[in-house]
């Protein structure tokens, strides 16, 4: 078995990529990076040259592949369009490159269970729900999925919508993490707000599981943890992760649109996109953002096993090792 993975050397596709070879495969990484890339230090992974917003290269990258795992794509943009051209665009040329390869094996999309929107209090929604993405990410995800649904006669295709990931090697929590071993969370919005989430290492798992099953070929599924929890869940299971109480400090949404707005009159000046600008600081501030994975569970058998204050702990024992917290 082989595989091609885009986005490989990224938090959730180094999990993956894991996986894969822990399972025997051989595994292939297209990055249009140069240079070494950390997250795959060591490991036996063939690194091939590529990039999504080109078709060039991308046949020659998919010869001899068995499936496909598309991680790859922009998180934050300074603008819409470059985010359309990368998650959108990016998908229909490896869709095109995969048809013209002769792909038989399953082509396993990563979208966002962003692109539904945000959900009333309470609502625990299917893959049925009316998409109302708020974001030019998930707006973007949401292109992507209906490119892999026009080219699905032509590719086996499945999608999964992940939640809100963490883990081992991830950025993005490492904040929350931090405050906590320094004795102060900031809470921000409403905290009875409710999540759900998943553990990378699970998603690795329903990434390989929806590949292998023959019954998900065609199919969009949510990919998070059955359990739902709350923004102060959230915080209790970081402070239990560092060891420590923390002084919890209310974050009004009005503060987080506002320090969004800041933060994107910076990115203009700079040129360079933030995860905190106001994009990002949209998704923050409104309604819960939950999903069920009844329909995965159903399709593949399989489901996530790792529960929050579990994960958090794994999460910050590889901190600690990395030296990121104390």
Not at 121 to 131: F, L, T, W
Request: overall charge neutral.
């Amino acid at each position: 078995m082989r595989a091609l993975v885009t986005g490989g050397h990224g938090f959730i596709g180094s999990h993956l990529v894991r996986l894969l070879l822990a399972q025997g495969a051989e595994v292939r990484c297209l990055s249009r990076r140069q240079g070494p890339l950390p997250a795959l230090a060591g490991l036996d992974v063939e690194v091939v040259a590529g990039d999504l917003r080109r078709p060039d290269g991308l046949v020659a990258a998919l010869a001899g592949v068995d499936e496909v795992y598309h991680l790859a794509g922009l998180t934050s943009s300074l603008s819409r369009q470059a985010m359309l051209d990368t998650n959108e665009g990016g998908t229909r040329r490896l869709l095109e490159a995969a048809a013209t390869a002769g792909l038989s094996g399953r082509f396993v999309l990563c979208s966002s269970s962003s692109v539904t929107g945000p959900v009333g209090a309470g609502a625990v929604p299917e893959e049925s729900i009316r998409c109302a993405p708020v974001t030019w990410y998930a707006e973007s995800k949401l292109a992507a999925e209906r490119a892999a649904t026009a080219w699905a006669d032509r590719v086996p295709v499945s999608i999964l919508r992940p939640p809100g990931v963490y883990g081992p090697r991830d950025e993005a929590w490492l904040p929350l993490f931090q405050s906590a071993a320094r004795g102060f969370a900031l809470v921000a919005g409403r905290p009875e707000k409710r999540y759900s989430l998943v553990h990378a290492a699970d998603l690795a798992q329903a990434f390989v599981a929806t590949a292998r099953s023959d019954t998900t070929r065609g199919g969009v599924y949510f990919a998070a943890h059955a359990e739902i929890v709350s923004l102060l869940d959230i915080v209790a299971a970081a402070e239990a992760a560092v060891g420590r109480v923390t002084r919890r400090l209310p974050v009004p949404e009005s503060f987080m649109r506002l320090l969004g707005s800041v933060v994107d009159l910076g990115s203009q000046w700079t040129g360079r996109s933030s995860v905190l600008g106001g994009q990002r600081m949209r998704e923050v501030a409104t309604g819960d953002w939950t999903c069920s994975p009844r329909a995965r569970e159903e399709a593949t058998g399989w489901r996530a096993d790792t529960p929050l204050e579990a994960g958090f702990a794994t999460t910050a024992a590889w901190y600690r090792e990395a030296g990121l917290i104390r």
